[in-house]
């Protein structure tokens, strides 16, 4: 932030200009996996072209672990999820190259 101050002939201050710079990274909001249906029942499928699942985790909104999956470096996976209430639901799907996560919701 800067102050730019302006003064009259005599030498007084008569002005004061405050400014800012706000910068923001770009961001890039690609999504590398694909949830289907969402809305769901009882399987979720994850699927992606791109990359290999090593986990899978489904939390609920207070940030409960409900279900926690291992995964062999598959680029899909069908989570199961019978007896698991309606609501909505925070999953997050590991790779070797991070984690990515999506909001469900199970009917």
């Known amino acids: ?5 302006s ?9 004061e200009t405050k400014t800012s710079t706000l910068s923001v990274e770009d961001f890039e909001n690609t999504k590398s996996f694909t949830l289907f249906p ?3 029942q009882e399987e979720l499928q994850i699927a ?3 990359q290999s699942i090593t986990q899978v985790q489904l939390y609920d909104l207070t940030g409960k672990l ?4 291992k ?4 680029n899909s996976f069908t989570l199961k999820t019978k007896g698991l209430p ?14 990515e996560s999506y909001k ?4």
Do not use: C, H, W
Request: glycine share 8%.
């Open 1 to 5: 932030m800067g102050i730019q101050y």
């Open 7 to 15: 003064y009259d002939a005599l030498g007084n201050r008569t002005q």
């Open 38 to 40: 969402n809305p769901f």
């Open 48 to 50: 992606s072209k791109e």
């Open 66 to 69: 409900i279900q926690d999956e």
């Open 71 to 74: 995964v062999n470096n598959q």
């Open 86 to 99: 309606s609501g909505t639901y925070l999953i997050t799907i590991f790779t070797d190259k991070g984690k």
């Open 104 to 107: 469900v919701v199970k009917k």
